[in-house]
């Protein structure tokens, strides 16, 4: 079996594994029917299933372990959360999706993506340079300006957010304080020999904590919205933000303006990539704290309605 091709067993065990707890009798009969088993194999042969667990694990970092008393296998840390970090939760997703796509091999026109930004080939230089503590040469085009802008830069973090990338760190437009760059902005990167240190007590997890996604143009605070029954699904399976918390009746009452509407309560700052997100719900969401954004959501409705009056008067 060729280097490419055991890599792809490597995805595919992680995710037929992630899927759900599994005896070795269940993976052997997904196997069997999987499009990569290219030898028809009628099981997965128990050597070669436990030699590539170990691979994986020293590859990945992700644990294939096995429950004994109930007879499954399942990925160590995914169920409890713990130990279980955002890195590889991103690596079993990234897993999974590559292993759609070999199963869906020939299937081109049924599958359909979104565009990729541009800057990701940048992402290994920037990790070796965070990696080594190495400061690099930038060449920077902003959407504010038409020339290109060359800065000293000193990598700290990487975040990715809706498919975008982004860096954190100093650079030498503007000294002593913490910037974002989106990747799909750089027009070039090189890494120097000269040092630099990530300033103490920085922590990029505490770094965004408190806001949605790069966007750090407000202050966090008490924030309440008000959604209906449809959209309160949509936020359950899929919450905003880590701070979320859905109201139950009672302690909704005091606030609520339509009888069966659902509240949710955050701790976040309220920065415009948080806002375009709450404007996507659309009439189904209102804003009921803090007072100054309900305001401005609703001047910004008043806005959206004399425009469409506009269009209708042509």
């Known amino acids: 079996m060729s280097p490419a091709q055991v890599f792809k067993v490597y995805i595919w065990l992680v995710d037929t594994i992630a899927s759900g707890h599994l005896s070795k009798d269940d993976i052997d009969r997904r196997w069997a029917h999987s499009s990569i088993n290219e030898y028809g194999e009628p099981f997965f ?13 020293t590859l990945f970092g992700v644990s294939i372990k096995c429950n004994r008393k109930k007879n499954y296998y399942y990925i160590e840390g995914e169920d409890s959360g713990q130990n279980w970090g955002d890195m590889r939760r991103y690596i079993v997703s990234t897993f999974t ?3 759609t796509i070999d199963e869906a091999e020939g299937m081109e026109d049924c599958l359909l993506f979104e565009p990729v930004p541009a800057g990701t080939q940048y992402l290994s230089t920037l990790v070796r340079a965070i990696r080594s503590r190495k400061q690099l040469l930038i060449t920077y085009h902003s959407f504010d300006r038409d020339t290109d802008t060359d800065m000293f830069f000193s990598p700290y973090c990487l975040r990715v957010f809706k498919q975008r990338w982004y860096v954190v760190g100093e650079s030498s437009a503007h000294p002593g304080e913490t910037r974002i760059y989106a990747l799909d902005r750089v027009v070039g990167v090189h890494m120097l020999d000269s040092d630099y240190r990530i300033p103490q007590g920085f922590s990029p997890r505490s770094f965004f904590a408190d806001y949605y ?3 750090r143009n407000a ?9 209906t029954p449809r959209a309160a699904m ?6 905003l933000h880590h701070s979320q918390r859905e109201l139950t009746a009672e302690q909704a009452e005091p606030w609520r303006i339509v009888k069966d509407d659902v509240l ?3 701790f976040i700052a309220p920065t415009f990539d948080f806002i375009q997100q709450l404007r996507t719900f659309g009439s189904e969401l209102r804003v009921l704290a803090p007072i100054s954004l309900a305001n401005t959501m609703q001047a910004e409705a008043i806005e959206v309605v004399r425009r469409y009056n506009m269009t209708a008067e042509r």
């Open 97 to 99: 999706f590559k292993a």
């Open 264 to 266: 949710f309560e955050y």
């Open 219 to 227: 202050e966090p605070c008490l924030l309440r919205i008000e959604v």
């Open 45 to 57: 042969p128990i050597r070669k299933f436990h030699r590539y667990k170990e691979d994986i694990l």
């Open 234 to 239: 949509f936020l359950r399976s899929l919450p």
């Open 213 to 215: 996604g790069v966007f």
